[in-house]
Nanobody
Framework: QVRLVESGGGLVQAGGSLIVSCAAS????????MGWFRQAPGKEREFVAG????????YYADSVKGRFTISRANPKNTIYLQMNSLKPEDTAVYYC?????????????????WGQGTQVTVSS
């Protein structure tokens, strides 16, 4: 089983920055494409950012382009989401997800493993 554990969520003021991380239990972490999703109260889960097995390809939702950056540190079995210029509408539970293949994907149905989520709250 692949275990994903998110951390780093919290409360931040609008315009501020926050980094959330996801640690994976697998030893072959570099074989997996990874992604971040989020779900706000009363809203559907949405794709935020994805990264391929090597980190060479990334893709972002239009709502976060230019503000969020996904990265991975394969030797640490960890991915990160750096969130800048945060807005109240970014408030959500952020979920880390992993594919069982290495190519980038944009939809949650393409991800096999999921973390428990970490709460990010942006105050106005």
């Amino acid at each position: 089983q692949v275990r994903l554990v998110e951390s780093g969520g919290g409360l931040v003021q609008a315009g501020g920055s926050l980094i959330v991380s996801c640690a994976a239990s697998v030893r072959t972490f570099n074989n997996y494409a990874m992604g971040w999703f989020r779900q706000a109260p009363g809203k559907e889960r949405e794709f935020v950012a994805g990264i391929d097995w090597s980190g060479g390809r990334t893709y972002y939702a239009d709502s976060v382009k230019g503000r969020f950056t996904i990265s991975r540190a394969n030797p640490k079995n960890t991915i990160y989401l750096q969130m800048n210029s945060l807005k109240p509408e970014d408030t959500a539970v952020y979920y880390c997800a992993a594919r069982d293949t290495g190519s980038l994907a944009y939809e949650d149905v393409n991800y096999k493993y999921w973390g428990q989520g970490t709460q990010v709250t942006v105050s106005s």
